[in-house]
């Protein structure tokens, strides 16, 4: 049976109707670096479009053309032909060219985003103000939360954080057990936290809201409810927020930090009022309980043992190299 005019558009408008409610934040972020990102999405999108959209075509051309009964397809039919220089420069130059912008563009954008250089602007247009700190945030994966604790401020909080508007933000993530990934879209790509390592993240966010935090590494059965929110707010009331964790908080002690860790699913918003200035440094060195060596003094005793041992060897050569050839003279490396 053949459909009316209009009913024929049903499906191409419920499908419409379905793209209107998502939320493409990846295209349309609140932050700048993330915004740079999407560029290049969008960008390197386009460019591979260049050579898929006019294959497509020609797949469905020729199709039609050479269709059986179709009159190209007797008077065009040519069982001899075998190489077209002016094909050939068509089918390989192009998709050259196009390896060659998206190399170039890779190559670009992953320095100018590289997540360990810190911010030269803060928007398209506008270069970080003269004299103006970064947002030092601390973050700590645990099972299943997030631990984010503002150095500056004195405070800790957990599954919240907040940042000012267009104020850059410097973050140093690790984990305390499991390997993990913090992603929040409006902000920045995501970074991988690991236990006993520090990755780094520089970002800002440029207009205030509340926004969606996650794990985008699956790391145990908590994992889906391992969310936060992210809010951007004005300097008043970033500042407004830290008072209040520090009125409404408790401090946060190795003792309480040990509690924290404790695996726990769809943990509520805490905060702390005060933070043990060396907890994360303890967390990223593997020695937050008692009695445990940190692991960089473990390392750097390593090192030491190491260099001892060169040294000694160093020695017992030079005295034997004296002792053999009379006169000649010995130098030592300085390491």
């Given at each position: 049976?053949?459909?009316?005019?209009?009913l024929?558009?049903?499906?191409?408008?419920?499908?419409t109707?379905?793209?209107?409610?998502?939320?493409?934040?990846?295209?349309?972020?609140?932050?700048?670096?993330?915004?740079?990102?999407?560029?290049?999405?969008?960008?390197?999108?386009?460019?591979?479009l260049?050579?898929?959209?006019?294959?497509?075509?020609?797949?469905?051309?020729?199709?039609?053309?050479?269709?059986?009964?179709?009159?190209?397809?007797?008077?065009?039919?040519?069982?001899?032909?075998?190489?077209?220089?002016?094909?050939?420069?068509?089918?390989?130059?192009?998709?050259?060219?196009?390896?060659?912008?998206?190399?170039?563009?890779?190559?670009?954008?992953?320095?100018?985003?590289?997540?360990?250089?810190?911010?030269?602007?803060i928007?398209?247009?506008?270069?970080?103000?003269?004299?103006?700190?970064?947002?030092?945030?601390?973050?700590?994966?645990?099972?299943?939360?997030?631990?984010?604790?503002?150095?500056?401020?004195?405070?800790?909080?957990?599954?919240?954080?907040?940042a000012?508007?267009?104020?850059?933000?410097?973050?140093?993530?690790?984990?305390?057990?499991?390997?993990?990934?913090?992603y929040?879209?409006?902000?920045?790509?995501?970074?991988?936290?690991?236990?006993?390592?520090?990755?780094?993240?520089?970002?800002?966010?440029?207009?205030?809201?509340?926004?969606?935090?996650?794990?985008?590494?699956?790391?145990?059965?908590?994992?889906?409810?391992?969310?936060?929110?992210?809010?951007?707010?004005?300097?008043?009331?970033?500042?407004?927020?830290?008072?209040?964790?520090?009125?409404?908080?408790?401090?946060?002690?190795?003792?309480?930090?040990?509690?924290?860790?404790?695996?726990?699913?769809?943990?509520?918003?805490?905060?702390?009022?005060?933070?043990?200035?060396?907890?994360?440094?303890?967390?990223?060195?593997?020695?937050?309980?008692?009695?445990?060596?940190?692991?960089?003094?473990?390392?750097?005793?390593?090192?030491?043992?190491?260099?001892?041992?060169?040294?000694?060897?160093?020695?017992?050569?030079?005295?034997?190299?004296?002792?053999?050839?009379?006169?000649?003279?010995?130098?030592?490396?300085?390491?």
């Amino acid at each position: 049976m053949r459909l009316p005019n209009p009913l024929r558009a049903l499906p191409l408008l419920a499908a419409t109707s379905l793209l209107a409610g998502c939320n493409l934040v990846v295209l349309n972020p609140a932050g700048d670096v993330a915004a740079q990102q999407g560029q290049m999405v969008v960008i390197s999108t386009l460019l591979m479009l260049l050579i898929i959209v006019p294959v497509i075509i020609l797949i469905l051309l020729f199709a039609w053309r050479y269709r059986q009964g179709s009159r190209h397809a007797e008077t065009d039919y040519a069982p001899d032909w075998d190489h077209s220089t002016k094909l050939e420069l068509v089918i390989w130059a192009a998709p050259l060219v196009i390896i060659i912008a998206l190399g170039a563009l890779t190559w670009i954008g992953t320095h100018k985003l590289d997540p360990y250089r810190p911010l030269d602007r803060i928007a398209s247009g506008k270069p970080v103000p003269e004299g103006i700190k970064p947002l030092e945030v601390e973050v700590v994966s645990l099972d299943w939360k997030w631990l984010f604790i503002l150095p500056e401020q004195g405070i800790a909080t957990v599954n919240e954080l907040a940042a000012p508007v267009d104020r850059p933000i410097r973050f140093r993530l690790t984990s305390s057990s499991t390997m993990n990934a913090f992603y929040v879209p409006d902000l920045a790509g995501m970074i991988y936290t690991m236990p006993g390592m520090q990755t780094e993240l520089n970002a800002v966010i440029n207009r205030p809201g509340v926004f969606h935090g996650m794990s985008s590494h699956y790391s145990g059965t908590g994992f889906s409810g391992m969310t936060f929110k992210f809010h951007g707010l004005s300097e008043q009331d970033f500042a407004r927020w830290v008072a209040r964790a520090k009125a409404e908080g408790k401090p946060l002690t190795r003792d309480a930090y040990r509690d924290l860790a404790r695996p726990s699913e769809r943990h509520p918003v805490e905060r702390f009022a005060s933070v043990d200035p060396n907890l994360y440094q303890r967390v990223l060195n593997l020695c937050v309980e008692d009695g445990q060596r940190c692991m960089h003094e473990t390392m750097a005793s390593d090192a030491l043992r190491g260099r001892a041992r060169v040294n000694g060897a160093l020695f017992a050569k030079a005295q034997a190299q004296s002792i053999c050839t009379p006169g000649m003279p010995v130098a030592l490396a300085d390491n």
